[in-house]
């Protein structure tokens, strides 16, 4: 079984962070996840809920901790450009 990383930034819009979790096979972004693992292999199970396509992505300790806030509050899928942001 590969190895796949996440990869994403933790101030990454959350379009981003879904984008990097979506299904390899179908390009779903129709996925389920859950974290796993312990302090130091901090790791999402992800199903894709269009295939069935199931994975584990390794993520860094920053990732689990973004993804760790959206447990009960579902990813905003609204793009936010970060070049929008500094200009205020």
């Known amino acids: 079984m590969p190895c796949e990383t996440a990869h994403f930034r933790p101030a990454d819009s959350g379009v981003l962070v879904a984008a ?18 312990g302090r130091y292999d901090r790791r999402a199970s992800c199903a894709c809920t269009a295939c069935g396509h199931e994975r584990d992505v390794f993520l860094t300790p920053e990732q689990a901790l973004r993804l760790s806030l959206h447990r009960t509050c579902p990813l905003d899928l609204t793009f936010h450009s970060p070049d929008l942001l500094t200009a205020l």
């Not at 979790?21 to 859950?34: E, F, N």
């Open 20 to 37: 990097a979790l979506a299904c390899p096979v179908c390009l779903s972004s129709a996925v389920r996840w859950s974290l796993l693992g």
